[in-house]
């Protein structure tokens, strides 16, 4: 059973910048994609960013482009996103999830099979 734990969340100012982690255990996450999504209160859970096991294949909404980085470090089973210069429109729930092994990245929600429980991140002035 893969197992998914978010941290580095917390209270930042606009502007600051924030990395989350994700550990991921239990599967094999040299041949996982991955991804990030969040949500905001009274809104659906969106798509932040995606990263396939393939080296240099990764993608982020146009709402985090330029601002926010995925990535993930093999031999850590980590999954990281970098954000910078936040916004207060970036306050929300962050979770991590998992594709079944050798599937490839995707924007769809439905599709990743494992999910943390979420780190959150609020930005306020």
């Known amino acids: 059973q893969v197992n998914l734990l978010e941290s580095g969340g917390g209270l930042v100012h606009p502007g600051d910048s924030l990395r989350l982690s994700c550990l991921h255990s239990?599967?094999?996450?040299?041949?996982?994609?991955m991804a990030w999504f969040r949500q905001s209160p009274g809104k659906d859970r969106e798509y932040v960013a995606t990263?396939?096991?393939?080296?240099?294949?990764?993608f982020h909404a146009d709402s985090v482009k330029d601002r926010f980085t995925i990535s993930r470090d093999n031999g850590k089973n980590t999954l990281y996103l970098q954000m910078n210069s936040l916004k207060s429109e970036d306050t929300g729930v962050y979770y991590c999830?998992?594709?079944?092994?050798?599937?490839?990245?995707?924007?769809?929600?439905?599709?990743?099979?494992?999910w943390g429980q979420g780190t959150q991140v609020n930005v306020s002035s």
């Open positions: 990263i396939s096991w393939l080296p240099g294949v990764a």
């Open positions: 999830a998992a594709r079944q092994p050798l599937k490839p990245p995707t924007t769809w929600r439905s599709e990743y099979e494992f």
């Open positions: 239990g599967g094999d996450f040299r041949t996982t994609a």
